[in-house]
């Protein structure tokens, strides 16, 4: 009977173990599928002098639920590119942040910021990096009358100020992604207050116009 006993306590840790593994193969196979749909849903529209980049959110409880447990705290989007011979740009999300954004009561945010990324025409652009940025967080209310988007501006200073414009060293060997240090942030509480979110699914906007 004790030996029967101890190999079924045997079996049990062994079934427990492989338990856990497979937890931890699922976790890795939804962040691999989130990462893949946050790409397949990227769109590019350019429009005269403006660019316009539309970045499709789906599944974002599943995002947000990786976020709160560490799993995969940042999502990125496809890097798009300014013009035909322009800066190269992607888009990171944070959906649980808490520290990013400055916030002193510590209330979870969504943040966003902008990246530019080493891209093919660096040599023939000129430099710092002197466009404005526009970050919108699309309200999807049917009646486009009673739509209340959130905006962030991303705007180069002046040629004065030019030490502190949002990307004011040209991305190198050893610098591949420049971060800007103005996020764009967003409290969970305020993503229900409009419907920012609808069928699990958020759009966000990035509009880049000559800093005239």
Known sequence: ???HLEFACVKLNN???QLNEQRGQLDEIRVQLVETQARLNCLTVEDGRKKRFIWKIKSFSE?????KEGVKERIESDPFYTGRYGYKLKVFAYPYDTGFCFNPHEVPYLSIAVVLMEGEYDDILPWPFRKKITVTMIDQNKDLKER?????YFKSPRKRELKDTIFSE???EKMKVVESELPFC???K???TRRYIVNDTLFLQVDVTPDD
Do not use: D, F, K, S
């Open 15 to 17: 079934t427990q173990v």
């Open 170 to 172: 040209r991305p190198g």
């Open 186 to 188: 967003i409290p969970h």
């Open 148 to 152: 209340q988007n959130n905006i962030y």
């Open 190 to 192: 305020e993503l229900q």
């Open 1 to 3: 009977m004790r030996e």
């Open 63 to 67: 995002i947000l639920r990786q976020a």
